[in-house]
């Protein structure tokens, strides 16, 4: 089977969950026999390589624009795909789901993973709502199946628009690692920071947890990571709430081996996102065994069950009362670093993902 993914930056992975997902989807499908090609943005991806852990490699160009970025390089990718006999277009997306029509078109079997409700997202004008509005809509009429992430996402397109998706979450690795490079860069110690990690953009509440944070009574340190290529005045806002508080380091984006260091030595974990499905910082973190706390949405606590502690939705009080509870009562830390890996061991293992997307795969194009 040959099998095209699109609608996003790339791998190797270097910016979100999208690119995270794909770079552990696309070698596990290779090992396990099928031809997979990735179309990757010439002003992010910077590999030289044809192939990247067997995956095969295609880097088009795009707008480097906030609002063109992602549709004009899909198109491009979709169009280019039609020269090649794809089995799958896999795109990624809703917002991208109105170019689905033209594989579909030449008799090509396409996905689309709708990703959450993106048009609640602060960041986007009056005609970024819309398009994200309109590519709901297109991605139940195009597609020959969508796929959620979330449970909360999937009964969404069900209740509105009527259309069933097919439910496969995101995955994460139960792992842990003990170098220390990006610990002694930032002057770290195992435990005595707690870790914010999200695009630093506003409906991910990176502010609403400084605020929260400046008033924990703690010696330990506040670690945001993070970045975004759009949101320039938001991060100096950002830098503005800490810049008193000596307790506060901005890492900027942080991937690979150094990334991993850091999740597997905090002492908690703080999740704040309000729009999306399942977020992989989320689980990832779970996967890292650490204990969370996590912003009260309904995708969130689908994640979480009973493995973190959750606070009501943008509460900054409540988010404050529980980081304090866990600084004052370190006895319960271990048990929710248990709950948290033994819950992404039982729902998340990227193994089990993979295998519902090869099902899904094979049931559109028949057992080969």
């Known amino acids: ?29 290779v090992q396990q026999g099928y031809q997979v090609t990735v179309y990757g943005r010439s002003n992010i991806i910077n590999y030289k390589e044809r192939y990247y852990k067997g995956v095969k490699l295609v880097i088009l160009p795009t707008i480097s624009n906030k609002y063109l970025d992602t549709v ?48 609640k997202r602060r960041k986007w004008n009056c005609l970024g709502k819309s398009w994200y509005l309109f590519g709901e809509f297109f991605s139940v009429v195009f597609p020959n199946e969508i796929v959620s992430d979330a449970k909360v996402i999937q009964n969404y397109y069900e209740k509105r628009y009527k259309r ?42 990176a502010h609403l947890v400084i605020k929260a944070l400046k008033k924990i009574n703690t010696d330990k340190k506040f670690v945001i990571v993070g970045d975004a290529p759009y949101a320039a005045k938001y991060k100096s806002y950002l830098r503005e709430l800490a810049k008193s ?15 991993k260091e850091l999740q597997s030595n905090t002492y908690i974990y703080i999740h704040a996102t309000e ?27 689908e994640v979480t069950g009973d493995a973190g502690l ?45 295998g519902k997307y090869k099902k899904l795969f094979l049931k559109l194009v028949g057992n080969r």
């Open 72 to 119: 004009v390089h899909t198109f491009l990718s979709i169009v280019h795909s039609c020269f090649y006999k794809y089995d799958i277009i896999f795109i990624l997306n809703a917002a991208n789901s109105i170019f689905s029509f033209i594989p579909r078109l030449i008799g090509r079997k396409v996905v689309v993973n709708v990703d959450g409700i993106e048009r």
């Open 1 to 29: 089977m040959k099998i095209a993914i699109m609608g996003f930056r790339g791998i190797p992975a270097s910016y979100g969950g999208f690119e995270t997902f794909v770079e552990e989807l696309a070698p596990r499908l």
């Open 164 to 205: 069933k998706s097919v439910f496969i979450s995101y995955g994460a690795n139960i792992e842990k690692v003990n170098s220390s490079l990006i610990l002694d860069k930032f002057g770290l110690k195992s435990d005595e920071y707690i870790l914010y990690v999200s695009r630093l953009e506003p409906e991910n509440n």
């Open 310 to 354: 959750i606070y009501k939705k943008n509460d900054i009080a409540d988010l404050r009362e529980k980081i304090q509870y866990l600084i004052d009562n370190c006895d319960v830390i271990k048990d929710y670093r248990k709950k948290a890996q033994e819950r992404i061991r039982k729902n998340y293992s990227w193994d089990v993902v993979t």
């Open 245 to 259: 508080d000596f307790r506060f380091i901005f890492t900027g984006f942080v991937f690979g081996e150094g990334y």
């Open 275 to 301: 729009v999306g499905g399942t977020h992989p910082a989320l689980i990832e973190s779970m996967g890292f065994g650490n204990c969370i706390i996590v912003n009260g949405t309904e995708e969130n606590m």
